[in-house]
């Protein structure tokens, strides 16, 4: 089976713009998860996706926002772009029980200029 | 807020030695895993342990888990350069619903 992708895998935006990043998950699997990693926060939890359903948040603005297509596709969207949105985004995939174990993308690594 | 806490920060040894990274946490948990992350790339899942387990081994890995201190350890055995990455240890949370918290990380460098 092929792996989780993300695209694209490097991006440069300044402050104030909006960005989308899409996460392609393992064949079969039904639950996405999106985080952010950074030198200083570690690797954080963005949110969780399954059956397009929003089933878990963690702590980040509204400006972070995603959603799930039908395929399980994933996108997530930051709006208003801030310098300390820099950092890797990593998303996972898993067949969508809980406590599974979660594959990981390569990652979007975006930079706010 | 991080639910595991990996020690040591890093760790630098040679080729062949072992390595041994520690984790603990804070609540209760169901399991925890452990995955490996190269140089900014995504994370490998390694092995995951459940609460009802002491002990599990995969290949060169061995891991134990301790839930009345609230600890685990990951053993590396006969360490090889390509060893060399960033070790997480994660547990589950159910605060406000369930999600994956990973630990800060123990990076790894095993010199050739």
């Known amino acids: 089976k092929a792996g989780v992708t993300q695209t694209p895998r490097y991006l440069i935006k300044t402050r104030g713009q909006q960005v989308t990043l899409s996460c392609s998950p393992i064949?079969?699997?039904?639950?996405v998860s999106w985080y952010q990693q950074t030198p200083g926060q570690g690797l954080q939890f963005l949110f969780e996706y399954f059956s397009e359903t929003q089933r878990n948040k963690g702590n980040f603005p509204g400006r972070f926002s995603g959603r799930q297509f039908s395929n399980s596709r994933s996108e997530m969207n930051v709006s208003t772009l801030e310098l300390g949105d820099s950092a890797l985004y990593l998303c996972?995939?898993?067949?969508?029980?809980?406590?599974?174990?979660?594959?990981f993308g390569p990652g979007t690594r975006l930079l706010v200029l | 807020s991080q639910q595991g806490e990996e020690d040591p920060q890093a760790l630098s040894i040679q080729e062949g030695e072992n390595a041994t990274m520690n984790c603990s946490y804070k609540t209760s948990i169901n399991n925890l895993q452990w995955y490996r992350q190269n140089s900014g790339r995504g994370l490998v899942h390694l092995i995951l342990?459940?609460?009802?387990?002491r002990e599990k081994h995969s290949g060169r890995l061995r891991v134990t888990l301790d839930t009345s201190k609230k600890s685990s350890s990951l053993l590396i055995t006969a360490s090889r350069a390509a060893d060399t990455a960033s070790y997480f240890c994660a547990t589950d949370d159910y605060t406000g619903g369930f999600k994956t918290i990973f630990g800060a990380g123990t990076r790894l460098f095993v010199k050739a």
């Open positions: 342990i459940r609460s009802n387990e």
């Open positions: 064949s079969g699997h039904r639950s």
């Open positions: 996972a995939s898993s067949l969508g029980d809980t406590e599974e174990t979660q594959y």
